[in-house]
């Protein structure tokens, strides 16, 4: 049982470039969430996916896209990288809203550098 | 302003001190407040939850809500090195989204 897995687990790209980040979930949790992480600010969910077939803006999409491409897997896009996007991306999941009872699960994250 | 506001720290203390982090917040509509604990260059994980007001204790960790003041507070007892960590506020209101505080680090020294 691996909980939430991300990959990859760093990447640097240059501005304008894309990329897509990956994570999976093995525990049947009907929602995912991707958050990012900067100092002094904390974690900021970019978007979440309530159960599969559906995606919602969360506090910061500008800049992102995420497909839900079944329970297991939700994927976040950034079509043209910016500098403002070096960050830590986490990815999260649980089995229904976010509150308790319902603990989110968090992957190990990724560490993107855009130069 | 932030919704939550959290001290980045760090704190330090030695071991076997009392340790004692805090949360305020804006929203009077958040009714869920958590407690994650984050080692360095990993996720977060769920330390301790409480629902509206009040106090629960698990342990050597004690939670404690006050809506009134809008005031969360986190305390460690007896605390050990292996508590070294960043400790993350986040409170809900229901549904899909958290709001986190920047969370304040941690280091206990042996």
């Known amino acids: 049982n691996a909980g939430v897995t991300q990959t990859p687990k760093f990447q640097v790209l240059k501005t304008g470039q894309s990329m897509t980040l990956q994570c999976a979930q093995d525990m049947n949790h009907n929602s995912m969430y991707w958050y990012r992480q900067d100092p002094g600010m904390g974690l900021r969910l970019i978007y979440y996916s309530a159960s599969e077939g559906t995606t919602d803006k969360g506090e910061v999409p500008n800049g992102y896209n995420v497909s839900r491409l079944n329970k297991r897997e939700f994927s976040l896009r950034l079509e043209s990288a910016a500098p403002s996007q070096t960050s830590v991306y986490f990815c999260a999941s649980s089995e229904g809203p976010a509150g308790p009872p319902n603990e989110q699960y968090f992957g190990p994250g990724t560490r993107l550098t855009v130069t | 302003q932030k919704e939550v506001e959290q001290d980045p720290g760090p704190l330090s203390v030695p071991e076997g001190a009392i340790v004692s982090l805090n949360c305020t917040y804006s929203n009077s509509a958040f009714q869920y407040f958590m407690w994650y604990r984050q080692y360095s260059r990993k996720g977060p994980e769920l330390l301790m939850y409480?629902?509206?007001?009040g106090n629960k204790e698990d342990g050597r960790f004690t939670a404690q809500v006050d809506k009134s003041s809008k005031y969360i507070s986190l305390f460690i007892r007896d605390s050990q090195p292996s508590d070294s960590a960043t400790y993350l506020c986040a409170m809900s209101s229901g549904g899909f989204k958290t709001i986190f505080g920047a969370g304040t680090r941690l280091f206990v020294k042996a």
């Open positions: 409480t629902y509206s007001s």
